[in-house]
């Protein structure tokens, strides 16, 4: 029995994916909770269900005893769930409020809108602006390491800006600006998609992000600004 | 009858405490407002039930009923069978089809319900 | 009992069995009969008749979809049919199958349930039938409209259902249908309790009314306070696209935001709409197969309360990701749903604990219900949890949540009760060891189709995309979850056969098959019409066991004298 939870928690943990920023990092630690309460819940229910329909299984005629309640009982499998969902919303709260942190001064602004079928990621401080185009994704290139602002917007339909690796998405609402902070901490290329159905090519309104260390992205910024 | 007044107080009150706290955290009309109707329109089934059906002594809610009490009192009618319920719903039909295909969809739909409507109005006098 | 009956009046004679079966009323089973019908078993045969054509449409749309999805690249759809296909899926199921299918087995069975001759507005109910028959032929024959039907989700987000986004008839036809449909529950609701507050028969008192018939008052005390929003909502999505309104639209002023409150005010309780009726008939099955009475009868009822509360006030938690929504808020009130859900299983195992439970197809159903829907709840309290939201929300792991309680849930709460019924409706009794092999064959393709799902989700996999990256590594869980579809399929045809079967094998199922503890099965099958001719006396939720104890103590008095 301990042996399969070992071997059940090893695989749900695994797939919790590593969030590739900080915010992400915060939220896969948040998942992996709630996968052990949901584990121990649920082997206790699913113990719980199996173990009646197989102990209990007619083997006789004979009428069983005739229970219609048990009032303490009642009382504790009501307390008892209403004592997790607090505790597992006191740990949410304190995480969403990470996540949704701004800071003051982020280190770089980028104003993300998305269109059908594509996205512009446009760097107001420098005047750059990157564009899908038919034949290829456009990559939002940021500095890994520091904090960056995404400003979103859409003028169309609602789409969403998802990546996967970072766990996190949140909408391009028209009439609506949203903004989040990103960090993340090593270099590396992940890949992105609109969440939101956004009509035929929802499923082609796919971009990458690249985190370059800080040296590779100020050379980045210069190609590209003295590029425009 | 005393359980479903309570049932309709309680869904009432609960929205009232629910919206108020939505209202005070988050200033947000749409769902304040969707809060709002669902406290007044259970409270106004419940102040009905209150009102009407307080003296309203059913033979069902008699814990020692016995089948057969409640004999001779007349419940209302049963009717059999009605041509008019698919010819009112071929109308409605027809009549939201017209806001899609046209006008005259429409006309002919309305007509065809308020003929049916009329069809089950003489039917239940009938 | 007198009840006037249009002219014709039904005479009840009471307390001991008539020695003689009552006689059916001959008449032509001609169409013409079905179309005037105002009986409400015959109402509720063309609903779960219905129903159960719109789900097969429905499933042959999943089929669709999914064997377009078994490989990366477009086989066998193109995107635009693709992206109409999940939407019709959706809207089918959810308005045209799961929820009329439980309006549908009320019907039939809440009269009965309750000792009643009819529901209150026979006509009413004849009125909900056709207008549901309307809006599902509306929806579903959209697909030959120009254009083709509604490719905008079956949530029809604005704006993307707005006029610019979607300029054919299809979201207008969508539109109308689901207007039709919703008018239908609401009368139907209104009908049903009606009739549960003022039909029962004499001693069946509130606190005694079989745990179906209190979770059908409570679901339709939800379509009451959930659907008119919603009615104006797609009202002014109407008026936003052809008469000029600017409702939704952000450049003329309007909130796109206001839309999904509207529609998620509805959308949400309709979740409960679709799963409150099936803990009802799972709630009256557990017991009968267990020979116990059910476990915390009040807790049931007050939990069953409690989520229609509750659920009223979760609406935005679909909406955690467009940054416009008080989360939070909306976090601890969809946490705390999961109490008076958890509850509902306390009661469900406290039924069985020391009973003696025979596993005939009714029970099994039960059983593959309460462990599907187990792990969808699960996965609801981590979907309630706004940042796992941001992680998951969109993508296939929602997927695999809502299908747990969905087709786990309520479709297995549905055939449960259509195993359960059959031979009440129709005389007839079922093959056990075909149903027994629908069951396995349902289960295990259901959760083939669903649980990797889960991790496609978790690996980013998102939602409505008729295709994907092949280097992704999403392949082989796709595979999988096509080939469990497949499976289902099967299934879902092997129960097809199942009934057919009985049809042309006629064998008589008796009265009470099961040894039922609730009214339906102190009449004939299939009842007459107005539907008794003896009722027991009612003293308890389940007064047919406390008859047949009666008769079982009288029996042993007189084996000692
Ligand atoms: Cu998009
Ligand atoms: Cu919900």
Known sequence: MRRWAAVGLVGLSACAPEGASSQGQDISDLYRVFVYVAIGVGAIVYGLILWSAIRYRRRSDALPKQTRANVPLEIVYTALPILIVLGLFVLTFRVERDVDRVASEPALVVNVSGFQWGWRFEYPESGISVVSTPSEYPTLVVPAGETVRINLSSNDVIHSFYVPDFLFKRDTVPGQPNRFDLLIPEPGRFRGACAEFCGVDHGEMNFWVDALPATEFDAWIEERAGAS | MRTATKMFAFSAFFSLGVGTIYWLLSHERAGAVLLLFMFLAPLFIACYLLLRARRLRLPEDDAEGRPGEGAGVDIGRFHAASLWPFVTALGASLAVLGAVYGRWLALAGGTVMAAAVVGLMRESRG | ?561
């Open chain 3, 1 to 561: 009992m007198d009840r006037g009956t249009g002219g014709r009046v039904v005479s009840v004679t009471l307390e001991r069995p008539p020695p003689t079966p009552p006689p059916l009323r001959a008449r032509s089973g001609g169409i013409l009969e079905w179309i005037t019908t105002t009986d409400h078993k015959k109402i509720g045969l063309l609903y779960i008749g219905t129903t159960f054509l719109f789900f097969l449409a429905g499933g042959l749309m999943a089929l669709l979809m999914r064997i377009e999805l078994a490989e990366p690249g477009l086989q066998v759809l193109t995107k635009n049919a693709y992206n109409q296909l999940f939407t019709i899926h959706g809207t089918t199921m959810v308005f045209l199958f799961i929820a009329p299918m439980g309006l549908g087995l009320a019907n039939y069975f809440v009269p009965l349930q309750i000792g009643a001759p009819d529901m209150a507005f026979p006509r009413l109910n004849a009125l909900s039938y056709w207008l549901f028959l309307a809006g599902g032929a509306t929806i579903l024959l959209s697909f030959f409209a120009s254009g083709g039907a509604s490719a905008a989700g079956w949530t029809a987000y604005y704006p993307l259902s707005g006029p610019q986004g979607s300029p054919g008839p299809g979201v207008d036809l969508w539109i109308m249908g689901v207007l039709l449909a919703s008018a239908s529950s609401v009368m139907t609701a209104v009908n049903l309790m009606v009739t549960a507050f003022l039909l029962r028969a004499p001693g069946m008192t509130m606190w005694r009314l079989p745990l179906f018939v209190w979770n059908m008052i409570i679901t339709s005390l939800m379509i009451l306070v959930s659907f008119p929003p919603i009615t104006a909502g797609l009202s002014l999505l109407f008026i936003d696209r052809h008469l000029g309104g600017h409702f939704f639209d952000p450049a003329s002023g309007g909130s796109v935001v206001l839309y999904q409150h509207l529609f998620w005010w509805f959308g949400h309780p309709e979740v409960y709409i679709m799963i409150l009726p099936f803990f009802g008939i799972v709630t009256d099955i557990i017991p009968v197969f267990s020979r116990k009475p059910v476990f915390g009868y009040l807790g049931f009822v007050f939990a069953s309360l409690a989520i229609a509360g509750l659920s009223m006030s979760v609406w935005a938690h679909h909406m955690f990701t467009t940054g416009a929504v008080l989360n939070p808020f909306f976090s601890m009130m969809s946490f705390l749903i999961a109490v008076p859900t958890g509850i509902k299983f306390f009661n469900w195992i406290g039924t069985m604990w020391g009973g003696q439970i025979r596993f005939d197809t009714p029970m099994l159903w039960c059983l593959g219900f309460m462990l599907n829907f187990l792990l969808g709840g699960i996965t609801g309290v981590m979907v309630a949890s706004p940042p796992i939201d941001f992680a998951v929300h969109d993508t296939y792991f929602v997927v695999a949540h809502f299908h747990y309680v969905l087709a786990g849930g309520s479709l297995f709460g549905i055939f449960a009760g259509l195993y359960y019924w059959f031979p009440k409706m129709t005389g007839f009794r079922l093959s056990e060891r075909t149903g027994k092999a629908v069951f396995v064959l349902v289960f295990v393709g259901f959760n083939l189709s669903f649980f990797g799902m889960h991790l496609l989700g978790l690996r980013g996999m998102q939602r409505r995309i008729a295709d994907y990256p092949a280097d992704v590594g999403w392949t082989w869980l796709n595979q999988i979850a096509t080939l469990g579809t497949v499976i289902m399929g099967i299934g879902v045809v092997l129960f097809a056969w199942n009934v057919l079967e009985a049809f042309r094998g006629r064998r008589p199922a008796g009265d009470d098959p099961w040894e039922g503890y609730t009214l339906e099965w102190s009449t004939t099958s299939p009842p007459p019409e107005h539907n008794f001719t003896w009722l027991p006396p009612i003293r308890s939720e389940r007064p047919l066991f406390d008859w047949r104890q009666r008769d079982k103590d009288m029996g042993a008095e007189e084996v000692r004298k």
